[in-house]
Nanobody
Framework: QVQLVESGGGLVQAGGSLTLSCAASGNIFRINDMGWYRQAPGKQRDLVAAITSGGSTNYADSGKGRFTISRDNAKNTVYLQMNSLKPEGAAGYCC??????????????WGQGTQVSVSS
């Protein structure tokens, strides 16, 4: 059984910071790309940031200069440091990992998500 478990969400004032974590566990052979997505009520799920196994990163325009994605391959964990949060950043944040599990092919796995609320 493979799991992705996020943590670190919560309520923060506008201009504040939060760090999200997502840990993968289970019979994992290899983790390729990892990423963070967010979805606000009534809106589509959008990519926030992604990182390859080699450390190359990609950010949505909304987070460039304020968000930093990183990963610890030894811990199968991806992080999202969010600074200068804005009220429009409030959403459910979830992580995705493209993994080879057991003897299978690469498959996308999703976490359950963690809520980020930003007060103005």
């Amino acid at each position: 059984q493979v799991q992705l478990v996020e943590s670190g969400g919560g309520l923060v004032q506008a201009g504040g910071s939060l760090t999200l974590s997502c840990a993968a566990s289970g019979n994992i052979f290899r983790i390729n790309d990892m990423g963070w997505y967010r979805q606000a009520p009534g809106k589509q799920r959008d990519l926030v940031a992604a990182i390859t196994s080699g450390g190359s990163t990609n950010y949505a325009d909304s987070g460039k200069g304020r968000f930093t994605i990183s990963r610890d391959n030894a811990k199968n964990t991806v992080y999202l440091q969010m600074n200068s949060l804005k009220p429009e950043g409030a959403a459910g944040y979830c992580c995705k990992a493209r993994m080879c599990v057991g003897g299978g092919n690469r498959t996308d796995y999703w976490g359950q998500g963690t809520q980020v609320s930003v007060s103005s």
